[in-house]
């Protein structure tokens, strides 16, 4: 558990596909700012050109880029930037990554797959080869060139970097041993059967399971049970598509919220500094 300015962060589990996180003593909308920035905020290389030199497949050439837009591209973490924060204005090696599909069908049929992507980057490669973009028949010919590109979520579902983010409130659920016998009644009504009965008395056995749905307190004929969630407290919860490691996600998420509150600081200050001159200036020209 790390501790930072009054806030603790338990880190719960993590894969490297999924992360959950509780943060104590961060209030849910707070933590809330930071799953929508891993889902809206967080840059990752996606297809964005595709030039086509030959297509005689049955797909056109428009739904043929829009599928390879789909598809998910490895991100080598700070190797290469925003086209906007670019000084070439985009398309050269700091902003952009060239990757080519070329594919043929000889006497019999051929399903061309995400794993055909030939990548000029071999830390930038199609995270699941076994995608299906197209079925060639015998003697059509795909030779596409695609430029892929860093962008984020709030451009394009394509850019964001997780499947799933969620944030609640950490579960609170209390049980007065001196009121509960042990019937097991809320152990049954509880959908996500994360209670037990355990030396004669009902106990939580798996307390981020709890949905906080109340079906066990209701159950209870005894008032033994009281179910309540934890405001000052958030669980975060991602998946990542694989572009990035879920820890990652959440840091650079971070960072994007604290780059925002900072532009905001100085917007806000010269905007009060605008409207302190121009008061005074008001000032002194009644006075004139």
Known sequence: MNKLSGVSVELVRKTDKDLVLIFRGLPVYIAN???RACIADVPVLAVDKVYVFENTSVMNDQMLAHRLGLVPLKTPLGKYRLKEECDCGGE????????????????????????DIKSEDPEVYPLYP?????????GQKLELTLAARMGRGREHAKWSPVTVAV???????????????????CVEACPKKVLRVEDGKARLVDKLGCTTC???ADACGKEAISVDIDES???LY???VGQLDPMDIVIAAFDEVIKKLDDFIVSFGEAAKAQQVAGQAAEAGGKG
């Open 33 to 35: 700012s930071i799953r």
């Open 92 to 115: 050269c090696p700091k902003c952009t990554v060239y990757l080519q599909l070329k594919a043929e069908a000889g006497n019999d049929y051929v399903i061309v797959k995400a794993g």
């Open 130 to 138: 076994e995608i299906e973009i197209v079925k060639l028949a015998p």
């Open 167 to 185: 944030v609640r409130g950490e579960p609170v659920v209390n049980i007065d041993e001196a009121k509960c016998d042990g019937c097991g009644a």
């Open 214 to 216: 109340g079906l066990c």
């Open 233 to 235: 407290s958030s669980i």
């Open 238 to 240: 991602i998946e990542s």
